[in-house]
């Protein structure tokens, strides 16, 4: 589904991608982990087109992505909930969700969308400053939705959550996977990671280092966790 293939870049001075080649299929969760700092934001930020003078290629379906706007990338159907959340503190989830949606979503009806997350019915009136860092992040998941992406990109969604929430949103990810979305996720949370991914990518030094089965990555987990994410 979205295909990563040699994106270097950076800011300026700082060459940041090295390289990055990934694939995140339809139907599975990828996850991304790596030490602070190897480009894991980055990477993100490149497929959204927010990373000016990439080089490599992004392609969605074999759609050629490279070069366009976000808000070109955000309609060929990549939804992206970017790390901190972003949600506009004064405006209410009803409004949050109406910002950026051109037209009423075909996959995620109300019903459809409340059902996969139902706190946030019951919050419409509220104000995004009002609600939990859990709420606000299913809020962010639920904003990305409502513009029918095939492809979801997660940076560190469980930051800040308590335990019970992490597992929630799991099962929000899993679900999500289980809809045929493509899930990208960016962590730092193992236990998020190796609950919810299909296949576990390492990033080290703006390079994909590392590929494993969820399963496979427990089997190694020490060794792997030695060498690449131990600071
Ligand atoms: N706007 C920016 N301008 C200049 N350098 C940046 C900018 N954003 C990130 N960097 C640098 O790029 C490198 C990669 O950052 P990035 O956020 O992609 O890493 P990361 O793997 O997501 O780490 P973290 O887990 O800390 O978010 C870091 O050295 C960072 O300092």
């Given at each position: 589904?979205?295909?990563?293939?040699?994106?270097a870049?950076?800011?300026?001075?700082?060459?940041?991608?090295q390289?990055?080649?990934l694939?995140?299929?339809?139907?599975?969760?990828?996850?991304?982990?790596?030490r602070?700092?190897?480009?894991?934001?980055?990477?993100?930020r490149a497929v959204?087109?927010?990373?000016?003078?990439?080089?490599?290629?992004?392609?969605?379906?074999?759609?050629?992505?490279?070069g366009?706007?976000?808000?070109?990338v955000?309609?060929?159907?990549?939804?992206?909930?970017?790390?901190?959340?972003?949600?506009?503190p004064?405006?209410?989830?009803?409004e949050?969700?109406?910002v950026?949606q051109?037209?009423?979503s075909?996959?995620?009806p109300?019903?459809?969308?409340?059902?996969l997350?139902?706190?946030?019915r019951?919050?419409?009136?509220?104000?995004?400053?009002a609600?939990?860092?859990?709420?606000?992040?299913?809020?962010?998941?639920?904003?990305?939705?409502?513009?029918d992406?095939?492809v979801?990109l997660?940076?560190?969604p469980?930051q800040?959550?308590a335990?019970?929430?992490?597992?929630?949103?799991a099962?929000?990810?899993r679900?999500?996977?289980g809809?045929?979305?493509?899930?990208?996720?960016?962590?730092?949370?193992?236990?998020?990671t190796?609950?919810?991914?299909?296949?576990?990518?390492?990033?080290?030094?703006?390079?994909?280092?590392?590929?494993?089965?969820a399963?496979?990555?427990?089997a190694?987990?020490?060794?792997?966790?030695?060498?690449w994410?131990?600071?």
């Amino acid at each position: 589904m979205l295909a990563l293939r040699g994106l270097a870049g950076g800011y300026r001075g700082a060459r940041v991608l090295q390289g990055v080649t990934l694939d995140a299929p339809a139907g599975q969760v990828t996850a991304v982990i790596g030490r602070n700092g190897v480009g894991k934001t980055t990477t993100l930020r490149a497929v959204m087109g927010l990373l000016p003078g990439v080089e490599g290629e992004v392609t969605l379906a074999g759609e050629r992505l490279t070069g366009r706007p976000p808000h070109l990338v955000a309609r060929a159907g990549i939804g992206y909930v970017p790390e901190g959340r972003q949600v506009f503190p004064d405006l209410t989830v009803e409004e949050n969700l109406r910002v950026g949606q051109r037209r009423p979503s075909r996959q995620w009806p109300p019903e459809r969308l409340f059902a996969l997350l139902p706190n946030l019915r019951e919050r419409l009136r509220n104000l995004g400053r009002a609600l939990s860092g859990g709420e606000q992040q299913m809020l962010a998941i639920a904003r990305a939705l409502v513009t029918d992406p095939r492809v979801l990109l997660l940076d560190e969604p469980s930051q800040g959550l308590a335990p019970m929430v992490v597992r929630e949103l799991a099962a929000v990810l899993r679900r999500l996977a289980g809809e045929g979305v493509a899930v990208l996720l960016v962590e730092q949370n193992l236990r998020l990671t190796e609950a919810v991914a299909d296949r576990i990518l390492i990033m080290a030094k703006g390079q994909v280092v590392h590929e494993a089965s969820a399963a496979a990555f427990a089997a190694e987990e020490e060794a792997v966790r030695h060498r690449w994410l131990t600071m």
